[in-house]
């Protein structure tokens, strides 16, 4: 025994001084980037695949040989973990085969700005791992480039999305019709209400015959904006995002035929199909009718939106203070862009075990998992927007609180690490409560 502590006080010392020595002068190899991608990123992506992708790239193919071994196996797979919570970069991503989200770009300018990746235990081993003045400097030249996906910005008056007036018009009709539904009891609008922040404003939906869903009904005020829809993402589209309910069986519990047939009947829906499209009422028109519908819910002339464009009156103090506090605790590298969210997905939980708190764990808490099967993406969520947040309670996918000051305070502590102030949760939210936007040129408040 004692001759296996000697070992042991003899390995590890040399460990510590040989490991980053042979670190120094043996080259990486680093994956070979497209020639498309442009000369800035080919820096990017050598610094990153340096000094970052060991613990930030899932999956990686190739690995220093230390990280197998006994004792280090523990700690580095522990230090990976937590990486992966904070950003993700694919190898696709690296090579520049794949472009990276807006918000990964945020992400990684915050991380390297604050000076905090990667932490001094990865660096004690690798010393070509330090972030230099220049590397930090081509960070922020790369990702200005890309600001204007992930800056916070106000909707725009103009609809972007330009959809169709006449299939928004009979999408319309379609999303509160309730024969969508097997029973003719729920409408798209029975989860997604209009006067109630695009949601139903309950813990979690219910659906026909009163069955009850597993996950908080997310707002469709703004939902076009979003990179992928459903918390799991696992709809491209608003256009793919339409058939999820219709098919569920706790939800709508129905299928196309059968919606088909009954509209079938309604002449005046014969009519409005006809007139639009020359092959009448099928679900591929259905879909793009609601989706067209649901592309017109856009939500501008915020007092936040008023704000950015220069009128400095259009908050109070105590809300430009909670502005200010929710860009200091880097609250906008998740909730970027125009919808102040719905760019990434994020674990729920990034510095501290949400779900051991919050206790009896559900399928649905799997999250993004629950799509890809990737260990990786067990408990991250697509990241919500915050458009109309004072209307949307209750919050997070698990509608664990209605009250929006606690679900800033949680926030802060689960995902930033910080425990902060009732004071401070009640100034972010009084910033986030002028993000309540227009429907149509009239204000947005509960009841309407």
């Not at 106000?154 to 009979?170: C, G, Q, R, T, V």
């Not at 047939?261 to 793009?288: R, T, W």
Request: contains cysteine; aromatic residues 10%.
């Amino acid at each position: 025994m004692r001759a296996y502590f000697k070992l042991i006080f003899i390995v590890i010392p040399v460990c510590i001084f040989t490991i980053p020595l042979i670190n120094l002068v043996q080259p990486r190899e680093h994956l070979s980037v497209e020639t498309s991608a442009g000369k800035d990123f080919v820096y990017i992506s050598n610094m990153l695949q340096e000094k970052c992708s060991d613990c930030h790239t899932p999956h990686k193919k190739t690995l220093p040989f230390y990280f197998s071994l006994p004792i280090a196996r523990e700690i580095i797979s522990r230090d990976i973990a937590d990486a992966q919570n904070t950003f993700t970069i694919s190898e696709e991503q690296l090579t520049g085969k794949q472009a990276m989200e807006p918000a990964q770009i945020a992400e990684i300018e915050a991380e390297l700005q604050a000076n905090t990746m990667p932490p001094l235990r990865y660096k004690a081993m690798h010393w070509k791992s330090f972030i230099t003045n220049e590397d930090q400097q081509k960070v922020r030249d790369w990702a200005n480039q890309h600001k204007e996906s992930f800056q916070l910005k106000p909707i725009p008056l103009k609809n972007p999305f330009e959809p169709d007036p006449k299939k928004a018009s009979l999408g319309n009709r379609l999303f509160n019709d309730k024969q969508l539904s097997a029973d003719n009891t729920i409408a798209c609008a029975t989860c997604h209400q209009l006067d109630k922040g695009g949601t139903d404003q309950m813990v979690t939906a219910i659906g026909i015959h009163k069955q009850r869903g597993p996950i908080n009904s997310p707002t469709v005020y703004n939902a076009a904006f979003n990179f992928r829809q459903f918390w799991d993402g696992r709809a491209a589209n608003l256009e793919e995002q339409v058939s999820g309910p219709v098919n569920n069986p706790i939800e709508m519990g129905s299928n196309w035929n059968e919606v088909i047939a009954k509209l079938q009947k309604d002449p005046l829906y014969v009519a409005q199909f006809k007139e639009i499209y020359p092959n009448g009422i099928n679900s591929q028109n259905i879909i793009e009718a609601i989706a067209s519908f649901e592309q017109t819910l856009l939500t501008p002339n915020s007092r936040f939106d008023h704000f950015l464009e220069g009128d400095k009156n259009a908050l109070s103090a105590d809300e430009q203070k909670g502005y200010e506090l929710f860009q200091n605790y880097n609250c906008a590298s998740c909730h970027a862009g125009v919808n102040l969210g719905g760019l990434s997905f994020e674990k729920m939980g990034v510095k501290k075990d949400y779900f051991a708190m919050r206790g009896h764990l559900t399928k649905a808490d799997n999250g993004r998992y629950n799509v890809t099967k990737l260990p990786s993406d067990l408990h991250k969520f697509k990241v919500p927007t915050l458009r109309n947040i004072e209307l949307t309670a209750p919050y997070f996918h698990d509608g664990y609180t209605n009250d929006l000051s606690k679900a800033v305070h949680i926030m802060a502590e689960y995902q930033t690490g910080h425990v902060i102030s009732s004071k401070e949760s009640q100034l972010i939210a009084a910033f986030l409560r002028t993000l309540t936007g227009e429907y149509n040129g009239k204000p947005l408040r509960a009841g309407i």
